[in-house]
């Protein structure tokens, strides 16, 4: 069964820093483009940042709230994808997703994120 778990969630203070992890399994994730969404309550669920494929040679996009504050990486032998999120807001309070794929787009569980102080 084809899943991707997310870890790493939790609170930090405004400025401060977290870092979430997400992790497939039963599948090889090497040839789809890896994301990590967000929703917060009331709000659409929105794209955070993307990476591609093995064959993309990692190229990389992010949301204009992200740009600057969140670096997502791969480690493609180990189907995983990382967000670093620094410098972090009220606003980036939100349960936080993992996605694999387009079509189908395999989902995570998603983790909770509070910047509170």
């Known amino acids: 069964q084809v899943q991707l778990v997310e870890s790493g969630g939790g609170s930090v203070q405004p400025g401060g820093s977290l870092r979430l992890s997400c992790s497939g399994s039963?599948?090889?994730?090497?040839?789809?483009?890896m994301a990590w969404y967000r929703q917060a309550p009331g709000n659409e669920r929105e794209l955070v940042a993307r990476?591609?494929?093995?064959?993309?040679?990692?190229?990389?996009y992010y949301a204009d709230f992200a740009e600057g504050r969140f670096t997502i990486s791969r480690d493609y032998a180990e189907n995983t994808v990382i967000l670093e999120m620094n410098m972090m807001r009220p606003e980036d309070t939100a349960v936080y997703y993992c996605?694999?794929?387009?079509?189908?787009?395999?989902w995570g569980r998603g983790a909770q994120v509070t910047v509170s102080s």
């Open positions: 996605s694999a794929g387009i079509s189908p787009q395999i």
């Open positions: 990476m591609g494929n093995i064959g993309s040679g990692g190229a990389t």
């Open positions: 039963g599948g090889d994730f090497k040839m789809l483009a």
